[in-house]
């Protein structure tokens, strides 16, 4: 990854930068992570807190307990509600980014899947679906659906 690395809340009043590489970085499929990403799975990366700065806005946060047993603080913008990290207070020195903030997502390289215990099964799936480059005609597949035909 390309250092330093910026990154910012979808409103844009909260951005940050990473001025050092990452500890590591993973795809969690935990039940919290689902409801976080709205999907299988989120992507964290293990940062050292001495290498994160937010720039500008501020955030909010909130407190969970963990399907570990530990509490998470989760920090958001308060405007758009986007995460940007997690923290445990049991380890002050370290962040978990969500990296889905970087300006550069290209640079994610997750190393693991944890918590796989809770990985959805329709995940494996997802390699035969069709793919589209943007957005497909959504007039179009109603119009298929209510034909009772396949949308794609």
Not at 42 to 70: C, D, Q, Y
Not at 73 to 96: A, K, L, Q, S, T
Request: net charge negative; glycine share 6%; hydrophobic share 35%.
């Amino acid at each position: 990854m390309k250092l330093p690395a910026s990154g910012s809340c979808q409103c844009g009043n909260v951005n940050y930068e990473v001025t050092s590489e990452p500890l590591v970085t993973v795809a969690c499929h935990c039940r919290d992570c689902q409801k976080l990403s709205t999907s299988a799975f989120s992507v964290s990366m293990i940062l050292n807190r001495s290498g994160f700065k937010i720039l500008s806005g501020e955030l909010k946060s909130w407190e969970r307990p963990t399907e570990a047993g530990g509490v998470a603080v989760c920090w958001f913008c308060p405007d758009c509600g986007n995460r940007i990290f997690h923290e445990n207070p049991e380890m002050p020195d370290v962040i978990r980014l969500k990296p889905g903030t970087l300006e550069d997502t290209s640079v994610l390289e997750p190393q693991a899947h944890v918590w796989t215990c809770r990985e959805q099964q329709w995940l494996n799936r997802f390699a035969t679906l069709p793919k589209f480059e943007q957005q497909p005609d959504v007039a179009a597949a109603m119009v298929a659906i209510a034909k009772g035909e396949p949308p794609f």
